[in-house]
């Protein structure tokens, strides 16, 4: 491809949470690959506090939230956040917009999260082309969609819930929003307005690629929807561990010679990596259970207990464990995911995770907590059949005999090779959907042509 052919100059513009940043940033530099700029905004106080990994090709940007001291914690409520965060962001991201307008890379294209559908009016206002970036699975955004438009009634009258295009759903594979009416109605909120922003862009890309996603086809007939996933940089997938794994910024830090070092000592296949992301918070039970399973499973484990989560740990547990488990606040998921060593990611079930977990061939358990996840577990199990979901008592727990129960499950066994065989088969087709040619690699170029000026 003719590189030198290209100059646009896109502006993404993620919603300020590590789940989001990622993929946005990961698409971003895919757009440099292709020969395009790419700066992307973040807050001022997510950018003074991330961990840049070294030399990224992206320019970093700021916009303000209006709580540029301490970010979402120091909001008031979950509405007040977004509040402010559509009103002043849209407001700082106009000035930047005006700040590259008289300087040789004036900015094409804002590519922004449809969580903050503010973003698109700013772009129209200045002629500039929007195109909405969705970070969550196709089947999750149809469930919304169909909510946003009125053809999900809810609350949820009867179940099974049909919905064109998605397997049969019972209300405990809902994303929790509408599983749990009420529940943080400011999310629910959002969550359903990325319609009534993305309706109107001048494109919609999703993080997911075709093959996997067997709701894009109906999707993309309604939203015009561009598979453009996974975004994970194909050193990832290509070719397992390597010594400098740049990918771009982390919220948290962490120190991946202490994983990979531990790690390189562990057999093919035999460790659980336990982690629930950047978000979830536990209770203390459930971490408990997961400690005391964890503990005493017949596995090794790599379990990451983020800095606000270790007071619930066992008294004495790291010192217990001994060499069987290494707990850290936080890791390089990505470089742990393609460690050979890892046998079972016992996840949360994320969109980023679980796109990460199936692209490298990680079989998985899913736990999940809110939000999406809930609906990604069930096609885990029931459409990618790469795993197990595992069965929450009446209390909310998933108690330490399930947890057990559900390791071997995916660690061993007739299920497990299953699983592993599966996972794999993802893994390849990944794999292929980035490659020269493949479904997500040819929307990246039908994206960039937009941008693509004559020859310098
Ligand atoms: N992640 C990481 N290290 C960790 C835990 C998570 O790098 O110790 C990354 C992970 O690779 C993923 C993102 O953080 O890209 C989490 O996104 P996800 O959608 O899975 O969950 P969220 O944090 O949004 O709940």
């Known amino acids: 491809m003719e590189n030198q052919a290209y100059r646009g100059h896109v502006f993404a513009l993620p919603y300020p949470s590590q789940g989001h940043i990622n993929p946005l940033l990961q698409f971003c530099n895919r757009l440099v690959s292709k020969g395009l700029k790419a700066s992307l905004a973040t807050t001022l106080y997510i950018h003074n506090t991330m961990q840049p990994q070294s030399s990224s090709s992206l320019q970093f ?46 900015i094409d294209c804002i590519i922004y999260d449809p969580f903050l559908p503010r973003a698109l009016e700013v772009a129209k206002k200045f002629g500039i082309f929007g195109a909405a970036f969705f970070t969550q699975t196709c089947a999750v955004n149809f469930i919304y969609y169909h909510v946003h438009h009125g053809l999900l009634k809810l609350p949820i009258a009867s ?37 009534s922003s993305s309706d109107k862009a001048d494109a919609v890309l999703t993080n997911t690629f075709y093959e996997l996603d067997p709701e894009a086809d109906s999707m993309s007939k309604v939203c015009r929807l561009l598979p453009i996933g996974p975004t994970i940089p194909s050193f990832y997938l290509d070719k397992r561990l390597e010594n400098d ?18 790690l390189n000592t562990k057999p093919e296949g035999s460790v659980i990596y336990a982690s629930f992301g950047s978000m979830a918070c536990l209770t ?75 692209s490298l061939g990680v079989p998985t358990m899913g736990v999940p907590q809110w939000t999406n996840q809930t609906t990604n577990a069930k096609y885990v199990q029931d459409v990618w059949k790469v795993g197990v979901r595992a069965k929450v008592c009446e209390n909310g727990i998933v108690e330490r005999e399930e947890i057990e129960f559900c390791i071997k499950e995916v660690m061993k066994g007739e299920r497990g090779k299953d699983f592993l065989e599966k996972a794999k088969k993802w893994r390849d087709l990944a794999i292929k959907a980035g490659s020269e040619g493949g479904s997500s690699d040819k929307n990246i170029d039908e994206f960039v042509s937009k941008f693509k000026t004559p020859n310098l």
């Open 245 to 262: 794994n740049d990918y771009g910024l982390s919220l948290f830090v962490s120190d991946s010679s202490v994983c990979n070092n531990w």
């Open 61 to 106: 940007d700021t916009i303000s939230d209006g709580y540029d001291e301490g970010g979402f914690a120091q909001a008031e409520s979950i509405h007040a956040y977004l509040n402010r965060m559509e009103t002043i962001g849209s407001k700082t991201l106009a000035d930047l917009i005006i700040k590259n307008k008289n300087t040789a890379n004036p």
């Open 159 to 195: 179940t099974p819930i049909s919905i064109p295009g998605l397997p049969v759903l019972e209300l405990e594979d809902m994303p929790s929003y509408i599983s749990v009416p009420g529940s943080y109605p400011a999310y629910f909120e959002m969550v359903l307005n990325q319609f």
């Open 284 to 358: 203390n039970k459930q971490m408990e259970e997961l400690a005391f399973a964890l503990k005493g499973c017949k596995f090794h484990f790599l379990w990451v207990v983020k800095a606000s989560e270790e007071a619930k740990l066992p008294e004495k547990f790291v010192e217990e464990i001994g060499n069987k488990g290494l707990v850290v606040q936080w890791c390089s998921q990505l470089e742990v995911l393609s460690n050979k060593a890892i046998g079972c990611f016992l996840t949360h079930c994320g969109w980023n995770s679980i796109l990460e977990a199936l």
